[in-house]
C-alpha cells in the first residue's frame, strides 16, 4: 500500500512534499519520530481527516486520547454502529471487550472514564468498524503495562486476520515488541526505514532514534 503526500497547514510551508511512504498489507508499521515530526499530521493525512486527495483506504482512526463521543457510553458507541451482537461472537470485537474488562466501564459515559479506559473502548470501536486499515495515533501511551500488552496481542491478531496498521510511537520497547516494519521520519522526510526481525533490539532502535532523529 503506497501513499504520496503533499500537505502543509499553510500553502507555502509544506509539512509533507511528494512524501512516499509504503505500508506493507496485513502487516503492524509503527512510525516513529521527533515531538513535531509530523506523525499526527500525516496519519489525520492518511485517514482523510484533513483535506487531502489521496484515495480512500477503507480505514478508521484513533486520536492519542478522547476519540469517542463523550456523553455516549461504548456500548451506546456499539448499538448505533450496529456491532453490539459482535460481543456474542467469536472475533476482534470480542476479545478486545473480555481482555480489556470493558465490561465494568462499558455502559458509562466515555466523558466519565479515565483516558486509559476511553482508550480501551476506543480500541473496541475501532475493531468493531470492520474497517482495512486502522491508523492509531500513540496507541500504547495512555496504558498501563498489561493493557499495553494486551493490545500488543490484539493487534497481532488484527493484522493475522488481514488488517493493516500504522500506528505511531514513542515507547521503542512496545516498537521492537510490535512492529512488522518500522519507519523513522524527520522533517517530512523518511531517514530510517526496516523490516523487523528477532535481531533488532531495543538498544539497537535507540541507537539509531539517537542518531537520526
Not at 492518511?46 to 455516549?72: M, Q, T
Not at 479506559?117 to 500513540?138: G, H, I, P, T, W
Not at 531517514?191 to 532523529?213: P, W
Amino acid at each position: 500500500m503506497t501513499f504520496n503526500v503533499t500537505f502543509g497547514y499553510k500553502r507555502n510551508e509544506l509539512i509533507f512534499n511528494n512524501f512516499e511512504l509504503n505500508i506493507p498489507e496485513g502487516k503492524i508499521t509503527i512510525l516513529c519520530g521527533h515531538n513535531g515530526a509530523g506523525k499526527t499530521t500525516l496519519l489525520k493525512t492518511l485517514a482523510k481527516i484533513l483535506p487531502s486527495n489521496l484515495p480512500d483506504c477503507d480505514s478508521w482512526y484513533v486520536p492519542a486520547e478522547r476519540g469517542l463521543i463523550y456523553h455516549f457510553s461504548l456500548m451506546e458507541h456499539l448499538d448505533m454502529m450496529s456491532k453490539k451482537a459482535m460481543l456474542n461472537t467469536a472475533g476482534l470485537v470480542k476479545d478486545a471487550f473480555d481482555i480489556f474488562e470493558a465490561e465494568e466501564f462499558s455502559k458509562k459515559k466515555i466523558s466519565s472514564l479515565s483516558t486509559g479506559q476511553n482508550m480501551m473502548a476506543s480500541f473496541v470501536v475501532a475493531f468493531a468498524s470492520d474497517k482495512k486499515v486502522l491508523f492509531l495515533d500513540e496507541p500504547f501511551g495512555c496504558l498501563d503495562p498489561k493493557n499495553a500488552d494486551n493490545l500488543m496481542h490484539l493487534l497481532k491478531k488484527a493484522a493475522q486476520s488481514g488488517i493493516t496498521i500504522l500506528a505511531t510511537s514513542h515507547d521503542l520497547f512496545m516498537t521492537a515488541e510490535t512492529a512488522d516494519h518500522l519507519v523513522y521520519i524527520k522533517k517530512g522526510k523518511i531517514v530510517y526505514e526496516t523490516d523487523m526481525n528477532s535481531d533488532i533490539t531495543v538498544t539497537d532502535l535507540t541507537e539509531k532514534y539517537k542518531e537520526l532523529c
